[in-house]
């Protein structure tokens, strides 16, 4: 596993313009199109891995709490947040990443 080490600034939410990579289906993946979800402050050290295991798909980017990113998800697709729930578990990762290159700064 990639040991990965992000700091971040108070930079507030983050809103996805892009489909993530992952090991997430595609339409679930999709489904965070449009989402703005508020980024962890703070530092962010841990190992970095895909939701199914393995090697992730990308570099490190913007750190959002888990069950708060899964509980947005679930208001606007509760399928894809079901996918979630059925294959991930926020006790072994306190956040999801989100490449900064699939957001931009929300002010």
Request: glycine content about 10%; some cysteine; proline content about 7%.
């Amino acid at each position: 596993m990639k040991r990965t080490i992000v700091v971040t600034p108070n930079v507030g939410k983050i809103r996805i313009i892009k489909v993530p990579s992952g090991q997430a289906p595609l339409e679930v993946r999709k489904a965070w199109l449009g989402l703005e979800l508020e980024v962890a402050k703070g530092i962010f050290i841990g190992e970095q891995h895909g939701v199914l295991g393995g090697q992730s798909n990308g570099p490190a980017g913007y750190p959002v709490e888990s069950v708060y990113a899964i509980e947005t998800l679930r208001q606007k697709n509760p399928v894809a947040a079901k996918w979630w729930d059925d294959n991930f578990d926020p006790a072994e990762s306190q956040w999801l990443l989100f490449r900064e290159s699939d957001c931009e700064l929300v002010n």
